[in-house]
Structures are given as C-alpha cells and as structure tokens.
C-alpha cells in the first residue's frame, strides 16, 4: 500500500482546510487508518482515526475538540480530514497512515504499518 497527502497549505486561524490521503493497493480499504501530525521539535501525535468501515469507529486527539472531523471513501481509496476553526498551533506536517488491524483505531504511530509522506499545514495568526 503506497499513501500520498496533500491538500496542505496556508490559512489563516479561523480558517479551513480539507486534507486527502490517496491509496494505492486494493487492501486499503479493509485497514484502518488515521492522521497524525508533527510539529518542528515535537513528537510526532495523533490526530485522528478510522476503522475500515467510515463511521463506525472513529477516535480523535483530545486537541480536536470537535473541531476536525475524518472519513473515508473506500470506492475511491481515499481518507479525508476535514479541518475547521484553524489555529496556530496547529501548524505541523500532517502525515496519513494505515494499519492492517482493522478492528479498532489505534492512537499510537508504531502501530501503523504504511505511511504517506506528508502535507504541511501552516496557519496564521
């Protein structure tokens, strides 16, 4: 399984952004997957989850508060993080992943097995 974000860019806080994981392989839809992000200096966290089936199952970091929300379109192969309410301190490069264990989401990045190559967010103050 090959995993390419995009979607990244500059906003301004308040602001919006839609981020897109592409796939490649016809296993993807049955992993799980999520999104994490890394700030310059900063461990690299958790940002949020889903199970294979979009809905069912979703986790998000505690810093989301009903902000972002994830899904997903198995058809088309692709995950999608949709990111409101935009603050600074979200600024990072956020980085798709999925995880063969599809049965729950996990909020850990060594569980993940593939990795795409991130998307930088940057968003001013």
């Known amino acids: 399984v090959q995993l390419q974000a995009y979607g990244g860019g500059l906003v301004q806080a308040g602001g919006f952004l839609r981020l897109s994981c592409a796939a490649s392989?016809?296993?993807?839809?049955?992993?799980?997957s999520g999104w994490f992000r890394q700030a310059p200096g900063k461990e690299r966290e958790f940002v949020a989850g889903?199970?294979?089936?979009?809905?069912?199952?979703?986790r998000y970091g505690d810093f989301v508060k009903g902000r972002f929300t994830i899904s997903r379109d198995n058809a088309k192969n692709t995950v999608y993080l949709q990111m409101n309410n935009l603050k600074p301190e979200d600024t990072a490069v956020y980085y798709c992943?999925?995880?063969?264990?599809?049965?729950?989401?996990?909020?850990?990045?060594?569980?993940?097995?593939?990795w795409g190559q991130g998307t930088e967010v940057t968003v001013s103050s």
């Open positions: 889903t199970n294979w089936r979009s809905g069912r199952s979703t």
């Open positions: 992943a999925a995880d063969r264990d599809r049965s729950w989401v996990k909020t850990t990045s060594s569980d993940y097995d593939y």
């Open positions: 392989g016809r296993t993807f839809s049955t992993y799980s």
